[in-house]
T-cell receptor, first 114, second 112 residues
Framework: DQQVKQNSPSLSVQEGRISILNCDYT??????FLWYKKYPAEGPTFLIS?????DKNEDGRFTVFLNKSAKHLSLHIVPSQPGDSAVYFC?????????????FGAGTRLAVHP | KAGVTQTPRYLIKTRGQQVTLSCSPI?????VSWYQQTPGQGLQFLFE???????NKGNFPGRFSGRQFSNSRSEMNVSTLELGDSALYLC???????????FGSGTRLTVV
């Protein structure tokens, strides 16, 4: 049962343009969503997050949008840079009873080319 | 503040052997989770430990086991290794008062 889905395995964007990575989820009990960035042979690093009570969170070039009715979130990167080329994982978290399980999507490989 | 430390970084084992991976969480973090990453499969949840107790478990066979010590350090064991166990194994620690995990750099296990 895939509760968090990233349906695009890869995305190619030109430097300077916008990158939009999408993520869908099925469980309405999730109360926190996160995006992680991963380079090869390294662990994922936290990028940006959003609480389920918000619909937008911005941090520099990165903005995450949450549409609860559609159970959909997206990560916008503007402007895209070659250093942004990595695999991006969407993750959802439910914090109930002290349980802290983070469920990840399959990832989207972003390639930003000059 | 030291990050999450995983040892070893690389391992090569033969099919049928067993392996133990180690993870030291960020100081003060009591929750440790383990994930397996294989190409095209994303991050598959193995299990989570909190205060030496397994709280959550993913859909992996019983060959995969773990434990957590009183200092929150955790070990993961895989017995009777199979070729398909070749993967990057990631450990993450968290503070139950906040969201999100901090990941280590992983252990790359190759089974030949």
């Amino acid at each position: 049962d895939q509760q968090v889905k990233q349906n695009s395995p890869s995305l190619s964007v030109q430097e300077g343009r916008i990158s939009i990575l999408n993520c869908d989820y099925t469980n309405s009990m999730f109360d926190y969503f996160l995006w992680y960035k991963k380079y090869p042979a390294e662990g994922p690093t936290f990028l940006i997050s959003i609480s389920s009570i918000k619909d937008k969170n911005e941090d520099g070039r990165f903005t995450v949008f949450l549409n609860k009715s559609a159970k959909h979130l997206s990560l916008h990167i503007v402007p895209s840079q070659p250093g942004d080329s990595a695999v991006y994982f969407c993750a959802a978290q439910m914090f109930s009873g002290g349980y802290n399980k983070l469920i990840f999507g399959a990832g989207t490989r972003l390639a930003v080319h000059p | 503040k030291a990050g999450v430390t995983q040892t070893p970084r690389y391992l090569i084992k033969t099919r049928g052997q067993q392996v133990t991976l180690s993870c030291s969480p960020i100081s003060g973090h009591r929750s440790v989770s383990w994930y397996q990453q294989t190409p095209g499969q994303g991050l598959q949840f193995l299990f989570e430990y909190f205060s030496e107790t397994q709280r959550n478990k993913g859909n992996f066979p019983g060959r995969f086991s773990g434990r957590q010590f009183s200092n929150s350090r955790s070990e993961m064991n895989v017995s009777t290794l199979e070729l398909g166990d070749s993967a990057l194994y990631l450990c993450a620690s968290s503070n139950t008062e906040s969201y999100g995990y901090t990941f280590g750099s992983g252990t790359r296990l190759t089974v030949v």
